[in-house]
């Protein structure tokens, strides 16, 4: 694991006015690069393009380059589909887009003479035959806010995140304006937590200012882990220190005295650059005692997880950061109340705490303008699954599923038909073709048995066999259950056992009925949310697709022939 | 899926393990005394990162190991194995030469993965944290997301992701990797003659 080092050209910042001269100078610095008359190329490294070879892109336009040009490390910018991509500003042409591209593409396309690669033009307008990368489908309908930088800044520079904004917010609530007031524009913006379970962020940090203990601590929750989620990861390869300001400001509005971010320990190259984020932000006086002189202290501490799903829920992540096994425990005392080391701590997700920067420059009216009645604001979306286009997006709320699928990831594969999406990662059911039309908000998917969760999509075809499908999720909970209450315990593999059963061709009608009874146990009884919702995906799998378990009760067969229905004796034992 | 009765493919002969089992509880001293607090609260929060640190750096985490963590940082070895049990990052035992990470993310599962957890149970007889009897090839199944889900299902093989995949790519995946070493540690027992 690195222990990033603080970059070393970096000042110490002591009071407001130094701190604006350097906003100055890194503006000046920025606005130096993109007219001077070197080439710039960038790179999108983040660790889905480093699977595919983004290092190998970035060292051959360093070689290529050399001294005659800037070869820069930016983040992907969430379009998976176009990975590994290169940028290339040319001093007489704006910052055109090229990908997927090889190494031994590099040379040519610095040349500018591959045009058959250029996807568009960063920016609005087109140039040439080239059109705005802002047109593409995929980019049309987004409204990116918290990934207004992904793929423009290099993450390791503060210098280049203070030249598009960052920190603005946090010497706003330094200098200009109340603790109270900044978390009233918070209430006014309506912010929700994002991490699935949508409660307002103002009222927890109000109650967490009003909280009468010391010290007190805010914990960002960046341990995302859903098996089919990376919104968080792709924030802190992205754009590190806008999280680091959301938290920052947190800290200060709740009269906290230390910020924590917790990570998931899947994520080396998030964790890197957000550690080099907190040395650099450190370096330059932003976190630590006295921050600009205004006589404000903040410290920072960035925890790991080990790979444990329950971690995400709130008292399970705090256990886990005092280095004990993260188990839930029973509420009250709400964490507010009695957190980390039994001090009030102020918990909220990654994505709720990124949006903050913006609500304080921009006032708590102007978020709220954005959205639906109950649900303010954009929402960071995944969709998985056999589509023409892959990653991570930003979108207004109240955009309906089927923009969302078919407009911006572009519809199924060739050869794959829609089936069915599994919502709320593995929380809720899923929905069916009919469901479509519905807003994505917080609200609305309840009503018809999904929910908008963290914002992972799962799409899935018509290979896909319900039982299956639903024995993987209630086997993903069984595999998660941190033991410690029984309902959940006991209750994840029984439910596993039977539907191994109905797989095997060997379930009854009755089968049906006992895993609603043993749901409702898991559900009413266990302590913790992992436990509460584990059976929902289950039931929701039965409500929709009823006749396709019916077919493997009565008439003993897969649809899809996924199911070992007929498979030899020796086969029947599953892996997992 | 078809259930015909599976094919048995033979592996080939695996060269003897040369990968990094020994763990030298000097290296790990040096590991963990990056990890410095200034009160007992701080140092229990370091448990799971200094705990990180070794297990990336080895692949496993020893008893020896364990013990030393636990004396840096003022703590128990009891309290440590309770961390290193419950986390699923954490290995107790060494890898094989190989280490395959097999993604069971949701992405993967509708687009395969299952099966390819199953083959690796029907041909090699490996599953969910085991190596290999002669210490070749080590299997984990991630339970979250390997988070290159444009390439779905996808594995990790030592450093490089292949995907997609499906069950014979994977076998071909395994046996090139294992023949591959072999090769090389003929090459090099040829070498140094």
């Known amino acids: 694991m690195a222990h990033p080092q603080p970059s070393s050209h970096l000042p110490h910042l002591t009071s407001k006015d130094e701190f604006l001269a350097f906003q100055q100078q890194a503006t000046a610095r920025w606005d130096a690069m993109w007219s001077g008359d070197r080439i710039v190329a960038s790179v999108g490294v983040g660790s889905s393009s480093i699977a595919k070879g983004a290092l190998d892109v970035l060292d051959r336009a360093r070689q290529e380059l050399g001294e005659n040009g800037i070869v820069r490390e930016v983040s992907g910018n969430g379009a998976f589909w176009m990975e590994p991509w290169i940028e290339v500003k040319r001093p007489d042409a704006p910052p055109i887009v090229y990908g997927p591209i090889t190494p031994d593409d590099v040379p040519a396309v610095i040349a500018g003479t591959r045009e058959d690669l250029a996807i568009g033009v960063r920016g609005d307008e087109a140039f040439g035959t080239i059109p705005p990368l802002s047109a593409h489908p995929f980019f049309a309908k987004q409204t990116p806010l918290l990934m207004r930088n992904s793929g423009v800044i290099e993450p390791d520079s503060i210098e280049d995140a203070i030249a598009r904004g960052a920190y603005a917010g946090y010497f706003k609530i330094l200098f200009e304006m109340s603790e109270e007031d900044a978390i009233a524009e918070v209430t006014t913006a309506q912010v929700r937590g994002r991490g699935g379970g949508g409660f307002p962020a103002g009222i927890k940090w109000e109650s967490g200012r009003k909280a009468r203990n010391h010290p007190k601590f805010v914990v960002c929750n960046s341990h995302e882990g859903e098996p089919n989620v990376y919104k968080d990861r792709h924030l802190h390869e992205s754009d590190p220190h806008r999280i680091l300001e959301g938290i920052l400001i947190a800290c200060i509005a709740c009269g906290a005295e230390r910020g924590y971010n917790y990570i998931g320990g899947e994520y080396p190259l998030a964790i890197k650059r957000f550690r080099q984020a907190v040395a650099d932000a450190e370096r330059l006086g932003l976190i630590g005692h006295d921050i600009l002189g205004t006589g404000k202290n903040v410290a920072f501490r960035v925890r790991t997880g080990g790979g444990a799903y329950v971690c995400g829920e709130a008292s399970a992540l705090m256990y886990s950061v005092m280095g004990v096994r993260g188990q839930p425990r029973t509420k009250p005392p709400r964490s507010v109340e009695e957190g980390l080391w039994k001090r009030p701590t102020v918990a909220n997700n990654t994505e709720t705490l990124a949006n903050i920067p913006d609500i304080i420059v921009n006032g708590g009216e102007w978020y709220a303008a954005m959205g639906t009645e109950g649900s303010k604001g954009t929402k960071l979306m995944t969709v998985q699954g056999p589509m023409q286009r892959l990653g991570v997006v930003e979108v207004e709320m109240g955009i309906t599923l089927n923009t969302l699928f078919n407009d911006i990831y572009g519809g199924m594969k060739e050869g794959h038909v829609f089936k069915g999406v599994q919502t709320g990662g593995v929380s809720a059911g899923p929905l069916t073709e009919e469901h479509l039309d519905i807003p994505v908000d917080f609200d609305s998917l309840g009503k018809v048995g999904g929910m908008l969760g963290s914002g992972g999509w799962v799409v899935f075809d018509q290979n896909v066999c319900v039982v299956d499908f639903a024995r993987y999720l209630t086997a993903f909970n069984r595999y998660e259950s941190c033991s410690k209450c029984v309902p959940c315990r006991l209750g994840n593999p029984a439910l596993v056992e039977i539907l191994d059963r109905i797989r095997l061709g060997r379930g009854t009608l009755d089968d049906l009925a006992l895993i609603k009874r043993t749901s409702k146990h898991i559900i009413e009884l266990s302590l913790c949310g992992l436990g509460q919702v584990a059976p929902v995906p289950l039931l929701g799998m039965i409500d929709r697709y009823e006749d396709e378990f019916r077919r493997h009760i009565v008439d003993h067969e897969c649809p899809t022939g996924s199911c070992p229905i007929h498979a030899p004796q020796r086969e029947l034992v599953a892996a997992d | ?193």
């Open chain 2, 1 to 193: 899926m078809s259930h015909a009765e599976p094919v048995q493919v033979p592996l080939p002969v695996p060269a003897p393990f040369t990968g990094r089992q020994e763990i030298d509880p000097d290296v790990v001293r040096e590991l963990v005394s990056h990890f410095t607090y200034s009160d007992f609260e701080e140092a229990q929060e370091l448990i799971l990162s200094a705990l990180q640190e070794v297990n990336e750096h080895f692949g496993w985490v020893s008893p020896e190991a364990a013990q030393i963590v636990a004396d840096h940082l003022g703590t128990t070895i009891n309290r440590v194995y309770g961390l290193l049990t419950f986390y699923a990052d954490f290995r107790t035992e060494p890898r094989g030469h190989h280490h395959l990470l097999v993604c069971h993310g949701m992405s993967c599962y509708v687009q395969g993965s299952q099966q390819l957890i199953q083959t690796l149970q029907d041909r090699l007889g490996i599953a969910d944290g085991d190596t290999t009897p002669d210490q070749q090839l080590s299997v984990q199944v991630v339970n979250g997301c390997l988070g290159v889900c444009d390439r779905s299902p996808v594995v990790k093989l030592d450093d490089t992701y292949h995907g997609p995949v499906d069950s014979g790519e994977l076998t071909d995946l395994i046996q090139r990797a294992l023949a591959v070493h072999r090769e090389e540690a003929q090459h090099g027992a040829s070498a140094a003659e």
